[in-house]
């Protein structure tokens, strides 16, 4: 069975690191592992989705509307624009982090409000005050991997499994910083 996953994002948020830290799990474990990236205006904070697929035999990388097993969504407004590709017994994991875009910037659109505790209505949801978290490990830039934490509760893998990809993808001299903010969020409750 092929499982689907979405992380949603604006750019810079580290969603490409992510996918390739999950990409790097999967296959360590064996799966056959098919990941997209799609860039918005990812140099100028606009919106970035991948979806990394994987299982037994993976026949393509996109995922379908209400096909994502897991959405793990770095800020608020994303997880409300992908919200449709969840399945109905899906997970999301939102990031409570607001990053206005451009029109809300502008003025010409507002930023919804309630926007968790409206998705919690229909969803399975889980909220995470990582930048919060990273601050308090004194590296803001390591927020990911504490939403990737979270996340990894509700996925099939070790937490040994899990360091050693981290420990593999992300830049040597930040690999103990990142472990820490993995281990901050798998720590939380979800």
């Not at 992380?7 to 999967?26: A, C, E, Y």
């Not at 990941?35 to 990812?42: K, P, Q």
């Not at 299982?55 to 409300?80: K, N, T, Y």
Request: proline residues 3%; negative net charge; charged residues 25%.
């Amino acid at each position: 069975m092929t499982k689907s996953i979405m992380i949603v994002g604006v750019g810079g948020q580290g969603t490409l690191l992510t996918s390739r830290i999950l990409g790097g799990l999967m296959e360590n474990a064996g799966y056959e592992v098919k990941i997209s990236e799609v860039h918005g205006m990812a140099q100028r904070g606009g919106s970035v989705v991948t979806f990394v697929r994987y299982g037994e035999s993976v026949a393509e990388p996109i995922v379908e509307e209400g096909q994502a097993d897991l959405i793990i969504a770095f800020e608020r407004l994303e997880a409300l624009r992908y919200e449709h590709f969840l399945k109905p017994n899906g997970v999301m994991i939102i990031n409570d982090w607001r990053i206005d875009p451009i029109t809300v910037v502008t003025g010409q659109t507002a930023y919804p409000e309630n926007i968790i505790e409206d998705l919690s209505t229909r969803h399975k949801v889980y909220r995470v005050c990582a930048m919060e978290e990273a601050l308090r490990l004194g590296n803001s830039r390591v927020f990911n991997n504490i939403v990737l934490g979270l996340a990894a509760r509700h996925m099939d893998f070790t937490r040994e499994e899990w360091l050693k990809v981290i420990s593999e993808k992300v830049p040597p001299k930040t690999v103990e910083i990142n472990e820490k903010a993995f281990l901050a969020g798998y720590g939380m409750e979800g």
